[in-house]
């Protein structure tokens, strides 16, 4: 067959390198860009929003209640609610979700049921917050009668972040070695003695870690409060479970959906509270992280 | 347009020069994370022969080799000193355009790597990086290539099938009619048959014997026998207790396997090593 | 015996996830069942006018379909083409170090609580906007969708990464080797053999967009609108259920139940998404 070897040509092989070394470079410059472009836009944002609230925070602004004057509107009431609502959800959620991981990983590996649960989980995991919310007001608020409680609130928010805990305490307890559980059980240890004595330390960190994830997001999450009726004004302090609350999210979201700016800017300072609970909550993660992966070192 | 009767022609062809050095190893040296893993190894790569790195397994001979065609180029960690010599000029460093330099030097991996696609994409995956479009050219080069790889029976009533439904042999071939389409200059092979069954590896054998008439061969095997069978020369490396792997003998392979300068070469080769 | 106690508590714990998915589907069909025999199923698919608060009722729930699809597919044009740009970048391109820096960035971006974002988009993007497009509302589908799709770039960016650094490593040497760039290995070979994660990764953010609330409640609008222009005010499903929920509307009636239908419409649609994404997850392509 007659053909001119077309690759023979250095010509031609010269100029496809330096064509090709460009496109790579340019390509290469862009995509870092794009990489770095929404932390940017982040920052931006975050930026104006702080350059709008700061001025408003002080010391009756952290103290004071809601009002229908600017000036006079603190965001108390809604940090107490988020602490309640925090509180209540970690006692509710944390020991089933571990427990949960716990069957999964150490008990029930091969059965059904398990299968069962996992995919139920996985599936759970996916499910829109505001789902919970439903399912939380038909089921607290209505058929337990718990009302618009921060109970009913804490229940709901706990299914939100059960998944979230139940899959970090699995990938937390499947790091730990095989051979510790092998040497306790050597030595006479019954199962959950395993669990408790030998490999629930081991795993301990990875599961605080999710913990404090999970908690980051809870203190964000607004849909399934507001869903099962948390109400968006609220001038007093809630006193026990059973009363009615308002979460810092939601207050931010009442403020914002006011067209006056000064509510505006009072939203602001509100998401610099809220924020400042968030970073610190993520900041405790990305440090204790650190920490256990020196330990494996 | 003007058709030229072409035959792929490689350097040293015309000249003749069976004798002459492809690639002129000296003090080279391989550092990971600041830790020496290769020290001063000296050997010369002669023109379409094959040479072997034998040795025990890791003992630097995939990193010799892939540092040969700037495998490593990628690796912050990976530090190289001394001089590999190609076409006048060091390996090492950036003096060598790294593009240019893998289209002259090739290389067959120990797990087959075919890539996503038909036999016909895998086959001209290189020239068509370089903007070769001609059909007419692409499909001889195609055929050429796999018949240089002894595939071309085999496969040319399916070219447009998925090159993942071809067996573990002929996946290795398709690989190297791959490496064979850009037309190299050497070809660097990296325990070739190791992922093979026996038969396969007595063809790809065969085959890499045939392409010496061409190209110049460097096969890292860990299998003596095959190294015996094939090589021209050979260069045992052999890492001791401190880790660093050295180029312990390189000579004829003649020589080597029946008569090794060194002890540790024979001890080696009798089997008695780790 | 204590032993048998504690694997039975276990497993009651592990028990409370299937009760919990049941409870969701049970509470949305019994409720929705409810609905749909005062509201035939095909009006509600298929009309095109939602005003179940007000006089006349209308219970055609296309408008919120189309605002939570308007809103979705804003958020999908722009978390795809950065989430694979970044994924790319710090799959085959970045140092180690560089990685180490981005990754838990992004991954706090992600996290943060999404009334942030939706207050974002309603006082810093639609007035940036309005520079280039005069004639944008207040509220608007692009603010709220550009916002939203900043939100879930992380989602498309490391699932991407996972699928693509999944590449067995010869196949990247082999196109190397072969005289690729990085960018040709990566479009050529890496691409094409971890296409069933990177669009599962695509699926899964889809999924997120249309489940998303805060952002689209505070700045895409609470009134419905059935319309593809992104500059209008249009009322997405999961707003709607939040408007509900603020108002003061009556336990038992039908403008209450209208929640439960949005909703159930809601769960189908994510749940189907989120099924096809782990599908293309878990299925391997052959040898890779």
Sequence with gaps: ?297 | MDLQLAKVKTPGEETGGADRDAITISGFSFYYDNKKVIEDVSFAVKERTITSIIGPSGCGKTTLLKSINRLHDENPKAKMTGTILFDGRNLVGKAFDVMLLRKRVGMVFQKPNVFPGSIYENVLFGPKLYGVRDKEYLDWLCESSLRKAALWDEVKTKLTAPATNLSGGQQQRLCIARTLAVQPEVILMDEPCSALDPISTLKIEDLIVELKERYTLVVVTHNMQQAARISSYVAFMYAGEDLIARLVEFGRASSIFVNPANALTEKYIAGTLG | MKEQLIEWLLSASAFISILTTTAIVIILVVESAGFFRQVSPLEFLTGAQWAPLFKPQHFGVLPLVTGTLLTSAIACMVAIPFGLLSAIYLSQYAKQAVRAVIKPLLEVLVGIPTVVFGYFALTMVTPFLKNFFPQIRVFNALSAGMVMGIMIIPIVSSLSEDAMTAVPGHLREGALALGATRLEATLKVIIPASLSGIIASFVLAISRAIGETMIVALAAGLTPNLTLNPLESVQTMTAYIVQVSLGDTPFGSIEYRTVFAVALLLFLFTLVLNILGKALVGWKQKIY
């Design chain 1, 1 to 297: 067959m007659e053909t001119k070897n077309l690759l023979d040509s250095h010509q031609l092989i010269q100029a496809s390198i330096e064509r090709r070394k460009k496109v790579d470079r340019v390509f290469s410059a862009c995509s870092r860009l794009a990489s770095v472009l929404s932390i940017i836009i982040l920052a931006f944002f975050l930026g104006g929003t702080m350059s709008k609230g700061i001025g408003w925070i002080n010391w009756q602004f952290l103290t004071g209640s809601p009002s229908r004057f600017a000036d006079e509107a603190g965001v108390f009431p809604a940090l107490v609610g988020s602490l309640w609502l925090i509180i209540l959800t970690l006692m509710i959620a944390v020991p089933l979700g571990i427990a949960t991981a716990i069957y999964l990983e150490e008990y029930g590996k091969r059965s059904r049921f398990a299968q069962l649960v996992a995919i139920n989980i996985s599936n759970l995991a996916g499910v829109p917050s505001i789902i919970y919310g439903i399912l939380g007001l038909a089921f607290f608020v209505r058929i337990l009668m718990l009302g618009r409680s921060i109970l009913a609130g804490s229940l709901t928010m706990s299914l939100v972040i059960l998944p979230v805990i139940i899959i970090a305490s699995q990938e937390a307890l499947k790091s730990v070695p095989k051979s510790i559980r092998e040497a306790s059980l050597s030595l006479g240890a019954t199962k959950w003695q395993t669990v408790r004595h030998a490999v629930l330390p081991s795993a301990l960190p990875g599961i605080l870690t999710g913990i404090i994830l999970a908690l980051a997001r809870a203190i964000g999450e607004t849909a399934p409060l507001i869903t099962i009726g948390a109400l968006s004004f609220i001038a007093f302090v809630p006193r026990g479970p059973l009363d009615p609350f308002t979460v810092l999210p939601i207050q931010i979201y009442n403020w914002a959906s006011r067209p006056q700016k000064e509510f505006q800017n009072l939203a602001a300072a509100a998401i610099i509270v809220l924020l400042f609970l968030f970073l610190l909550f993520n900041a405790l993660a990305i440090i204790l992280r650190h920490r256990t992966s020196e330990r494996i070192r």
